[in-house]
């Protein structure tokens, strides 16, 4: 293999590792915990179901969020103006409905309760969650949203198998009542698929790109390598 043939091998698997990075998901265990026997277990990571396409999903999400979680939660990153634009919900509605918080569309999505009382109120500020799902990934944030259970012992009467003693209540707990498990999963997941999107916007554009990009890049390899094999014919 010549210099260039390498250097171009090495440009293709350069970018195959970079849009694979992106996407990689969390994997393994979400969580340790002791069951009943004393017995240490690890929880394993439920499959978030990411899909930016489905703009019902994401809708339905960003009405989660600003429902259930804006309330303590903010989103500094992300403007209400974004979503109506992004999510195609017209911005009449965004107003009415998901600016729960602010009452200018141009803003962005901050807590309705200042952070720094509440940490006084629950022992721990509520972080931002406009990178949550990057920072975490989208299952351990799923797995996180559906593994709430009833702890007697903790001030909310709730803990998390993934986070151990939250001191964030099962805020979804009446939603969780009401539905039925597979219910309530989707409604999770769209929540989460919402999140997702916040943190980065573009992530689907960027896979489809990087996807017709290697694609063009090996494409581009042929006549490359035949060029390249022209030119050095007559030098030994
Ligand atoms: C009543 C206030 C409150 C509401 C409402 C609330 N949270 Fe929280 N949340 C918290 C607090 C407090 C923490 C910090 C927990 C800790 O560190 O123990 C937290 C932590 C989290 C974390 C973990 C952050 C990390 O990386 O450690 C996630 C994820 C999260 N919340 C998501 C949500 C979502 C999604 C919603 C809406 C369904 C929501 N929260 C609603 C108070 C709230």
Do not use: E, S
């Given at each position: 293999m010549n210099t260039l043939t390498k250097y171009l091998t090495g440009l293709g698997l350069g970018a195959a590792l970079t849009l694979t990075a992106g996407t990689a998901m969390a994997e393994g265990a979400c969580g340790t915990f002791t069951n009943a026997d004393g017995v240490v277990e690890h929880l394993a990571c439920s499959t978030a179901p990411i899909d930016f396409t489905n703009k019902g999903s994401l809708q339905n999400g960003a009405k989660m969020f600003m429902n259930y979680c804006a309330g303590c939660h903010s989103?500094?990153?992300?403007?209400h103006s974004r979503i109506a634009k992004d999510l195609e919900i017209p911005p009449e509605l965004v107003e009415k409905y998901l600016m729960v918080t602010t009452?200018?569309?141009?803003?962005h999505i901050n807590a309705e309760i200042d952070p720094e009382i509440q940490a006084s109120w629950f022992g721990a500020a509520p972080p931002d969650l406009s990178l949550e799902s990057r920072l975490r990934g989208d299952d351990w944030v799923y797995t996180y949203l559906l593994s709430f259970y009833e702890d007697p012992s903790r001030p909310w009467g709730a803990n998390n198998l993934?986070?151990?003693?939250?001191?964030?209540?099962?805020?979804l707990h009446n939603l969780q009542e009401d539905l039925s498990k597979e219910e309530f999963e989707t409604e999770v997941g769209d929540l989460v698929n919402f999140m997702a999107w916040m943190a980065e916007p573009v992530r689907h554009d960027r896979q489809v790109i990087g996807f017709f990009v290697i694609i063009f890049l090996l494409v581009l390899l042929i006549p490359v390598y035949l060029l390249n094999k022209e030119f050095w014919k007559d030098i030994k």
């Open positions: 989103a500094k990153y992300v403007r009452d200018q569309i141009g803003d993934v986070l151990a003693n939250a001191a964030m209540p099962h805020v």
